[in-house]
């Protein structure tokens, strides 16, 4: 008998369903008893278990047929409005799911559906009604439960919303400007551009892409970058459709992305109280500080047989949507964190206002450091925790990850986390990510605190050395039991990273031949599928290449990351939708948004070098897919246009699990379309999909929805990229030129000669000259000028007020270096 034929009628697969014959064969655990009530089957279910698994209502013996579709149906209520688990799944480990469904109950009874198609043949088969994870108790009442076979398979069609895709956050006014029409002509079609009162206020006609190879659209492209007037709740229509609305003159939408981004860190922190005074709606208790049930993270014992010592660890980030800390995701993170910062120092027209005492939504408001450098202290100071401790076998090296024994279910608070904390084996790669980031926070830390400055520096050190002792010390794939595994066997970019770090921050000899002797120095770093934290060798490359150092070929090194980023411009403009990605295998990586971001970060550093629009413009361009501009018509961010991800993979943030608990935080990125699909929701709905359409912005789709601390570095370092351009368009030119001469160098004192001639039409006066120092020198002294100085900004207000065009004057510092290369400022302002 074929399969068809099998279920020609559909087979009820379930026993008295309606409980008109008692409760047999159902089964609950122990603490949720139930009982048959007005013909249906009611259970109380109790306060502060952990997971939805810890109280179960079931039914076993349940016979599936793989290739043949199911439909699971019943009618629910629930005292107080909950979210549980309805899984088909096998009844003994491993457990696996054939559907797993999140019904959200309410007080009165409704009825819900779900059809899936078997994966497998089995009779020991279980329909599992998982309702714990409360903290409150409540009660449930089932009724109507039937799972019958031959129902029509599944089939997932997105909700992609209008053909005319658009940046739903909107567009620089004097910037790049591009919507993507999804459609089935071939030929040009008109468009029109619609202000908020829907008057036409720009016509044009759109230039026909093809098929699209990540998505298998036929699409066309709308050009309409000459229209340069600003407002809000703009469309645009073309081929019948229009466009979500969208703003033009979106500056402040970028400078509030910015802060969102890097305000998103706060919530994510482990061992302390988030207030809700800081962070409305997200307040919780301190995770992770050894307080019941928590068992770590102040006193951890590593896993058996890596060590005989414990560390306290706690601090530091939770990595991603589950509650470990990885050092090697870490380590990219806080570098990104500190390189928004340290740029600055070296690229014109960056805002360090926009990141100082103040910026952030964080509790270290008025200390008188820069909020994104308080925030990185967050996570670095948990990484120099991870340092194995003097006298212990392998000092100096760095613990891989600390995260629970057992994976644990969603949602989760952190301080409701009971599992033990394990500290997994010191790996080359964790240590070579503290041996770069804390010598790359030394640098930017010194100015406001030396003692902190002077232990990463120490800390830095002492693990480069390590690492150099013990440079095969890999993290292992199979380590992936209660967190992931961030395997790494190919650690010679994180040895390039961690020297040049070093070599920027100190000058010294050994780091720099260390250096110029990596195959990385002259290999080309950027590659397609971008940088992360598994490729680090463009960290190196880009800081090497825009904070000052001696480095002798260094010129050959700023063209590299120009030339780089002209690939990644020829990319995007390669594609309809303008995408700056393209991996070599046609497929998209797991995380693919932060790839993806990570090579806008790129084309940014060359426009600060070069300072070649083509590369600004590029970034605005590139970031129109993260904001909507995509076959899915859908903002990768939170709370980032009419259509964005807002279930994200987390254990906090699990609103659509738990209707009690937040969404993420605006600002959090979402992966993003994955072509492997690994997750059991994904895998099921998104079989064959092309890599735009691999994405589903459901909770349980870790592999294509989760969020992680490296994504949103990336996204915050472009979010304020773009917020320093302002509305774009033509670049304001300095009214100046600024000679800086060290007439002497010697024994940590120093005299620099900074001439600046007026190269402007028109007298400055009352002008002030300005710029940051990338090391630790302090100006005790200026003569023809007073100098003050905040942090390493130097602010001089010469004695000549007036500067007459072509006119010239020389101001003389003295000063002082603590440690470290004393390097030349890299830009400079007068005005």
Known sequence: MTASAAFADPAEQLVNGTFDSGTDPWWWTGNAPGAVVDGKLCATIPAGTTNPWDAIIGQNAVKLQAGESYKLAFTASATTPVTIRANVQLAAPPYTQELSAAPALTTTPQAYSYTFTAAADTDAGQVAFQVGGSP??????????SLQGGAPPPVYVPDTGPRVRVNQVGYLTNGPKAATVVTEATAALPWQLRNAGGAVVATGTTTPAGVDATSGQNVQTADFGSYRVAGTGYTLTADGETSVPFDIGVNAAYEKLRADSL????????????????APGYARAAGHLGVAPNQGDTDVPCQPGVCDYRLDVRGGWYDAGDHGKYVVNGGISVYQLLSTFERTKVAAGARADKLGDGSLRIPEHGNKVPDVLDEARWELEFMLRMQVPTGKPLAGMVHHKVHDAAWTGLPLDPAADPQPRELHAPSTAATLNLAATAAQGARLFQPYDKAFAARLLAAAKTAYAAALANPARYALV????????????????????????????????????????????????FRPEGFDWKFTATAGRLDLATVPNALPDRARVRQSVVDGARGYLNTLRGNAYNIAYNPSNGKFDWGSNGLIVNNLVVVATAYDISGDTAFRDGVATGIDYILGRNALNQSYVTGYGERNSHNQHSRMYAHQLNPALPNPPAGSLSG???????????????PGCKPQFCYLDEIESWS???????????????SSFLADQGEGGAVAKSPCTVSYTKVLDLGGVYIASVTVRNTSRTTLSNWTLGFAYTGTQKVDLAVNGTATQTGASVQVKPWQSRLKPGESTTILLVGTVQW?????PAIFTCG
């Open 136 to 145: 409150v108790a409540w009660t449930l009442c089932l009724d109507d439960i």
């Open 263 to 278: 305000s998103w860190y706060y919530t994510q922190r482990s061992g302390i109280e988030i207030l809700d005074s800081i």
């Open 478 to 525: 199979t380590d992936g039991t209660g967190g992931g595994a961030y395997d790494d066997d190919n650690v010679t970019d994180e040895f390039y990273w961690a020297a040049a770090e070093l070599f920027i921050s100190t000058g010294e000899k050994a780091y720099k031949d260390a250096v110029v002797a990596s195959p990385w120095h002259t290999a080309d770093v």
């Open 672 to 686: 993003g379309p994955n072509s492997s699909i690994q997750d059991p929701v994904a895998s099921k709905i998104l």
């Open 704 to 718: 294509t929805n989760e969020i992680t601390i490296n994504w949103n570095s990336a996204l915050s370092w472009v």
């Open 820 to 824: 470290g290369p004393n390097a030349a």
